[in-house]
């Protein structure tokens, strides 16, 4: 298995910018979860799935992020409008259950100017 | 409620020492603990979980950790360090409860650095 994929691995966009960011879990896992890490508050939990549906977005920081699921192998994460504040280093991860193990992605770091 | 705690942001010990980065917990039932390792720009990658069974557990990389129950620790050791495994740790726990958090809950991280 390739793991989880995420892209892109690097995005550079302006203040008020549109950004998405995507993630392909691992094949047969039911559970998608968001992270972002930075270093002042280091991993927070923002999103997470469970077979497509979200179950708690509490960490999710504004209306301005919001997140998706169409199907088992794909979620995307958008923030709209961004600033720079967001800057930070993104992580989907997925499990086959709810408290097994997390594979987390390699992350997208992402700079708002 | 369930929280962990990761006392010290960075630990540093020589090559071939023995290291220990440590981690409380607190959970309203019996934990589920975990031990990740992230090595610079990847991402977080699975080192050892306890569950249940034996408090001494092994894990990737000649890690172990060991589980105290009266102490609600669940430090991660190795006898001898490597450089490479200078990166940032991270501990997590779940609650095994019907009322706790389904999902774990992260540490904040402690860097390891390994001198030659």
């Known amino acids: 298995d390739a793991g989880v994929i995420q892209s892109p691995r690097h995005e550079v966009t302006e203040m008020g910018q549109e950004v998405t960011l995507r993630c392909k879990p691992i094949s047969g896992h039911d559970y998608l979860f968001w992270y972002r890490q930075t270093m002042m508050r280091g991993l927070e939990l923002l999103i997470y799935?469970?077979?497509?549906?979200?179950?708690?977005d509490s960490g999710m920081p504004e209306d301005r992020f919001s997140a998706k699921m169409p199907n088992a192998s794909f979620s995307t994460l958008k923030i709209q409008p961004s600033e720079p504040r967001d800057s930070a280093v993104y992580f989907c991860?997925?499990?086959?259950?709810?408290?097994?193990?997390?594979?987390f992605g390699p992350g997208t770091r992402l700079l708002v100017l | 409620a369930q929280s962990v705690a990761q006392p010290e942001d960075q630990v540093n010990v020589a090559e071939g020492n023995p290291l220990t980065v440590k981690c409380t917990y607190s959970?309203?039932?019996?934990?589920?603990l975990f031990w990740y390792v992230q090595y610079p720009n990847r991402g977080l990658q699975f080192l050892l979980k306890y569950i249940t069974g034996d408090n001494l557990v092994k894990g990737s990389y000649g890690f172990e950790a060991e589980f105290n129950k009266s102490q609600t620790s669940f430090h991660l050791k190795k006898p001898s360090a490597l450089v490479s495994d200078s990166a940032l740790y991270f501990c997590a726990v779940r609650d095994s409860t019907s009322g706790g958090s389904y999902i774990p809950t992260f540490g904040r991280g402690t860097s390891l650095i390994v001198h030659p």
């Open positions: 991860a997925s499990s086959r259950g709810q408290a097994e193990t997390q594979y």
């Open positions: 799935f469970n077979n497509n549906v979200p179950i708690d």
């Open positions: 959970v309203s039932g019996n934990p589920y």
